[in-house]
């Protein structure tokens, strides 16, 4: 009997209609040659949905995701028609409400540098050689879900607050999935605070510390966030797993997309403890942003959003095999010189300049998964 997985796909604004259609189309020819489907099920979210409904997310599409998915394949949301200050609906209020309705707590971003792409990077070749690393990035608490107050009048002309608060039970959990996640890799875990100016970042060091004595074969290393940044663009082969809070792991893994040349290349997955018939159910979304100056030519990049499918694969279906040789056709089509735009650079040659639809067809072309036994 075929499995089939059912994935709410949301294909969002700008260039995320574009990404999203490319990884179905190459993860549906990866099903049929290894005995498994999947039934889409598209939904309206970001801006679109603010266009259509007048908010980001409506709770009927809400409840689909959670009660009737395996998975969610996001592309991007938001852009510069909806950027309204003191608009009270915002796209990027859709990605929150998501996240909490569906109760992830841990967003996965790995950062490899493609040894195709080194020569992108804007760091020297020797820095950027060999890194492999994953940032754990906190997803329910901190800044993005403290109590807020807009901009209002004050004694002194306008004021504004967000209140950055953390509790035990949401440091003890993501550290715990990042100590277990190094044990998978180089059993190295960097945590990432600013515990000389902040309450909250004392109490994460002092948890983490806690959960860091369950896993005595688990290096732990802590860093404020202002070395931590420094560190991973002068030293970046130093780290391994890296956990931090919610807003330091959102600039962290921007900044460390220079390492793999691109925002283009990275996936990433956010993921809780519900789980599926098959897995753990889980968000799947590149890093990027919508990018609407491109949005409608065909030309942006599908490999952050390729690789997040792949991720999918091994997080919520438990098939490792078919994610492993989906990462390898990726690497591939980079290996043998198709390059998407934003991988190009002045005086670039010898290199297979293509689209949207130019990279899926290297990346299936280079597919070596065979038929189920």
Known sequence: MTDTYRVVTIPGDGIGPEVVAATCTVLDALGARAGFAFEWSPIVMGGAAIDTYGIPLRDEDLALAAA???????????????????????????????RKGLGLFANLRPVAAEPALIAASPLRQDLVAGVDLLIVRELTGGLYFGERQEPTDGPNGRQAYDTLLYTEPEVARVARLAFQLARGRRNRVTSVDKANVLASSRLWRTVVNEIAAEFPDVELEHRLVDSCAMQLITSPGIFDVVVTENMFGDILSDEASVLAGSLGMLPSASLGETRTAHGLLGVYEPIHGSAPDIAGQGVANPAATILSGAMMLRWSFGRHAE???????????????????????????????????????????????????
């Open 323 to 373: 994610a492993d040789a989906l990462e390898a056709a990726v690497r591939q089509a980079l290996a043998d010189g198709f390059r998407t735009g934003d991988l190009l650079g002045a005086g670039d040659e010898g290199f297979v300049r293509v689209g949207t639809d130019g990279f899926r067809d290297a990346v299936l072309e280079r597919l070596t998964v065979g038929p189920a036994a």
């Open 68 to 98: 009737a998915a395996d998975a969610v394949l996001l592309g991007a949301v938001g852009g510069p028609k909806w950027d309204v200050p003191g608009a009270p609906v915002r796209p990027e209020q859709a990605l929150l409400a998501l």
